[in-house]
């Protein structure tokens, strides 16, 4: 069974910083697209960030441009995301996911178990 787990998250003040990680268990993450996505209080999963196998293509949800990085290291099997200049709209579970390339379409149903970011004023 592919397991995705998702690291890093924690509570920070407006315009602070963290960096969350994803790596897998049961799947090869470094052959696959890799998204971020993410589920506030009362709100529908959105996207937040995706990255190609190779990581030279990227793409980022409008709510998170500029502010976001995508990377990863495939020797590491692990897929990161830095957030700079954290907002409160920001709060949200964080999950990752291998994705079909070029969409946002999870390849697998399941989804681990997320890490939260918490950003206060």
């Known amino acids: 069974q592919v397991q995705t787990v998702e690291s890093g998250g924690g509570s920070v003040q407006t315009g602070g910083s963290l960096r969350l990680s994803c790596t897998a268990s049961?799947?090869?993450?470094?052959?696959?697209?890799v998204g971020w996505f993410r589920q506030g209080p009362q709100k529908e999963r959105e996207v937040v960030a995706r990255i190609s196998p190779n990581g030279d293509t990227t793409d980022y949800g409008d709510s998170v441009k500029g502010r976001f990085t995508i990377s990863r290291d495939n020797g590491k099997n692990t897929v990161y995301l830095q957030m700079n200049s954290l907002k409160v709209e920001d709060t949200a579970m964080y999950y990752c996911?291998?994705?079909?390339?070029?969409?946002?379409?999870?390849?697998?149903?399941?989804w681990g178990p997320g890490t939260q970011v918490t950003v206060s004023s």
């Open positions: 996911a291998a994705v079909l390339c070029g969409s946002w379409t999870p390849l697998f149903s399941y």
């Open positions: 049961g799947y090869t993450l470094s052959r696959a697209c």
